[in-house]
């Protein structure tokens, strides 16, 4: 089989899934002797490989597919990586005729695994799994953590007030759906135990949760919740001395700069996806084995029991304890 020259890797969302897209990108382009790397995506996740240094060119899904179509077949690849498998992916591949690889969803396994509540999957890390779509290009995995370059020199005294400077816990409160926060009451607490300086992160969507937090857990609390720019965040997050965080792409990211992390899931699990922490030191996932969790792949609006035990019955121990034997402030 004569190897790709140059090569298209599509995956349209969302953060968390295209950060683990990384991987692969540079396992092509280190491992493929002159290979030119292009990456496909929304718009909106154009920031993940901005700056990356294995990705020869970016390109963003435009309007209509037809246009999109349009520009693949005028950069003349002559290999496609399919790392989203949908419809829109098969139309591309159909359309184009382009000779190409497709990572293996395994969706009727994750449906039946969610509705049985059974692991049918495999333990294996999505990484793996999209590194598996190009095993046939001789790809192997190079047991490296996940990639993510910041795009600016940023200054922690430029972010952060000067009792937050000499080190501090992330915690990434913010997430997609409410499913996969932690209620504020319960991040109160967990703050006010670890007794160490704590930055609040998310958007602005969780601002007023962060007012909250900050406001009930004291000084040693600082909210930079909607307060900073996504690189920023992903700044703090390097600079952290460890971090807590739910199933949302900023706690993902973490993983890119081996920070200790705690990883709190409620009702999803990272088993079904195959997103647990991928290549760091250290590392810890918290949730709790109930009758009706995992409810949802990717999160709901509410718990559907009105309980919300998934979240509610976590304990908080565990979570403070890998804080403070990981890292001392």
């Not at 295209?18 to 995506?41: D, N, S």
Request: charged content about 25%; proline content about 5%.
């Amino acid at each position: 089989m004569q190897l790709p020259k140059k090569i298209l890797v599509i995956r349209f969302s969302s953060m968390g899934d295209i950060i683990y897209t990384t991987p692969v990108v540079r396992c092509l382009k280190q491992q493929l002797p002159g290979v030119e790397v292009h990456f496909l995506t929304k718009p909106a996740f154009r920031y993940i490989y901005e700056g990356n240094p294995y990705v020869d060119k970016l390109l963003l899904l435009k309007d209509t597919l037809d246009a999109t179509i349009k520009e693949i077949k005028n950069e003349g690849y002559d290999c496609l990586v399919d790392l989203h498998s949908n419809l829109r992916t098969a139309i591309i591949k159909f359309r184009t005729g382009i000779r190409s690889y497709t990572y293996d969803k395994q969706t009727i396994k994750k449906w039946l695994s969610l509705k049985l509540r059974k692991q049918l999957l495999p333990p294996v890390h999505l990484v793996d799994r999209y590194l598996k779509a190009v095993a046939p290009l001789g790809i192997k995995n190079d047991n490296k953590p996940i990639d993510y370059f910041l795009k600016h020199n940023y200054s922690l005294t430029d972010l952060l007030p000067a009792t937050h400077q000499d080190g501090y816990i992330g915690f990434i409160i913010g997430a997609a759906h409410f499913t996969k926060r932690m209620p504020n009451e319960k991040i109160v607490s967990i703050c006010r135990q670890l007794n160490k300086p704590v930055v609040l992160l998310g958007g602005k969507d969780v601002k007023d949760n962060g007012v909250f937090v900050a406001e009930q857990a004291g000084d040693l609390v600082y909210n930079a919740c909607g307060m900073t720019s996504l690189d920023e965040s992903v700044f703090l997050v390097s600079k952290a001395k460890a971090i807590i965080g739910f199933d949302t792409g900023l706690t993902h990211i973490a993983e890119a700069f081996n920070v200790p992390i705690a990883s709190i899931w409620g009702s999803t699990i990272p088993e079904l996806l195959g997103v647990q922490p991928y290549k760091i030191d250290h590392s810890l996932v918290a949730g709790v084995s109930i009758s009706c969790r995992p409810c949802s792949k990717y999160g709901l609006a509410a718990c559907p029991k009105g309980h919300f035990k998934c979240m509610r019955e976590i304990d908080e121990r565990q979570i403070v304890d890998f804080v403070g034997e990981r890292q001392a402030i």
